[in-house]
């Protein structure tokens, strides 16, 4: 069991370290892209044996499939400069997937404002 629990904590490092670093991109590379501008990433998650990471990210940016098809495109990109950032011998494939929590929460908190406006009439 402690070898799995090692695993599981390497894999969270390794997750975190390379949002971390994709943000650094982002910022420091992208940051006159329009479509990139409002990107936050929220999370990571390590899959694979460490061979995969997904990124979850938040845009400010209504169009969010535009968005998704730009952080498509650069994906490669930004793979090829966190190489170079890391102090790695292996470099883990990425991939940018949106998360609509705040947008969930958001609507959420409409309903029940809605269901607190109905009770008090």
Partial sequence: MEKKHNNSNRAARVA???QTLVAE???DD????ELL???SLVG???HGGLQFVRLFYYSHNADIDAVQHRLDN????VRYTLAARMNQKYVPEIRFEYDDTLDTAARLDKIFE???KN???
């Fill in 74 to 77: 650069i994906t490669k990109t």
């Fill in 44 to 46: 990571a998650v390590a």
């Fill in 25 to 27: 991109i982002l910022r």
């Fill in 119 to 121: 009770q008090s009439e």
């Fill in 30 to 33: 992208f940051s006159d892209d």
């Fill in 16 to 18: 975190s370290k390379v």
């Fill in 37 to 39: 501008r409002g990107v």
């Fill in 114 to 116: 809605n269901l607190d």
